[in-house]
């Protein structure tokens, strides 16, 4: 039984199951139902007990609702590792969507489809190896529906959002050590560097959202999305703090950038093969942990319902 479960795992890391958002596919956009719940997973698991207990999930998932006005998403993504020198690469992502009268659906035909609508969002992250102990985002903007026709959509959006963040500073190994300082060295550190007795900086902003999505396909079968997203941040994020080697501080407004091409072919009803590329660039946060750059590549089949 135990060969069994490994030998399916394997497989599954094999593929490296991955899946794109519910809302990056033409063909759901084209064909929408009011009431029906779509969805689509993929994930892989390891479980090793050789020598230790170690578990190895990756997972990701979508699930969409539309109304006969309205359109819902939610989504996440998952990597773990219980393995103590892997656990760097553990994230998390939790993102939620409405577009609001964005269209009219009577009985299970779209009638029309708005230029103009509003859409608000949430999400919700986490990235041990970045240090981001979670990072809240919370707003809303108007989106723009440039161009709709058979094999492409492509539209734009603009908004605010509020931005609330957790980093931490130092390395695991280092907090226990925080707890040697006395009470007048730890309000040091808060005050001028505004590091709290857990080793975090928690900052909050509000950021200008700016993003264009182009949906296209090809035949029956291809389906390719490109996302490109400025966020802008209103305030200095890191006034009134001491810049010192350790903790440079450049109060500059820098912009995130963020980039994702994802292309995805059907092979059944239910599965499909999805290869995705991100990079975001994030720069200017303070925790030395915080690379400017990430990019990821994954690819694999995706299960649909």
Request: glycine residues 4%; without cysteine.
């Given at each position: 039984?135990?060969?069994?479960?490994?030998?399916?795992?394997?497989?599954?890391?094999?593929?490296?199951?991955?899946?794109?958002?519910?809302?990056?596919?033409?063909?759901?956009?084209?064909?929408?139902?009011?009431?029906?719940?779509?969805?689509?997973?993929?994930?892989?698991?390891?479980?090793?007990?050789?020598?230790?207990?170690?578990?190895?999930?990756?997972?990701?998932?979508?699930?969409?609702?539309?109304?006969?006005?309205?359109?819902?998403?939610?989504?996440?993504?998952?990597?773990?590792?219980?393995?103590?020198?892997?656990?760097?690469?553990?994230?998390?992502?939790?993102?939620?969507?409405?577009?609001?009268?964005?269209h009219k659906i009577v009985n299970n035909k779209i009638q029309s489809e708005a230029n103009f609508f509003p859409e608000i969002n949430t999400t919700i992250a986490y990235d041990e190896g970045r240090g981001l102990n979670y990072r809240f985002n919370g707003g809303g903007g108007i989106t723009y529906s440039l161009h709709n026709n058979k094999w492409m959509r492509l539209k734009i959006g603009t908004g605010l959002q509020y931005e609330k963040e957790s980093w931490r500073i130092f390395e695991r190994e280092f907090l226990p050590a925080l707890d040697t300082l006395s009470q007048s060295s730890k309000d040091k550190l808060q005050s001028a560097f505004g590091i709290n007795e857990k080793g975090n900086i928690n900052k909050d902003n509000v950021r200008w959202n700016n993003y264009v999505q182009m949906v296209y396909i090809l035949g029956e079968k291809f389906n390719m999305t490109i996302l490109g997203m400025v966020q802008v941040p209103l305030a200095v994020p890191y006034d009134n703090v001491y810049n010192v080697p350790y903790f440079p501080v450049d109060n500059k407004k820098y912009p995130r950038f963020t980039l994702e091409v994802s292309a995805n072919f059907t092979i059944t009803r239910h599965f499909s093969f999805n290869a995705k590329y991100f990079i975001q660039h994030d720069e200017g946060q303070i925790s030395p942990l915080a690379n400017e750059q990430i990019t990821n590549f994954t690819n694999g089949l995706v299960y649909k319902f």
């Open positions: 039984m135990r060969k069994t479960l490994l030998l399916f795992s394997f497989m599954l890391l094999i593929y490296g199951l991955q899946a794109q958002s519910i809302l990056n596919d033409k063909a759901f956009y084209d064909t929408l139902k009011t009431h029906k719940i779509y969805g689509r997973i993929g994930f892989g698991l390891n479980v090793n007990d050789d020598d230790e207990h170690k578990v190895f999930l990756l997972q990701d998932a979508s699930i969409s609702k539309a109304t006969s006005r309205h359109l819902f998403e939610l989504s996440n993504s998952l990597y773990f590792n219980s393995n103590g020198t892997d656990q760097a690469s553990n994230r998390f992502m939790l993102f939620a969507r409405a577009a609001l009268n964005r």
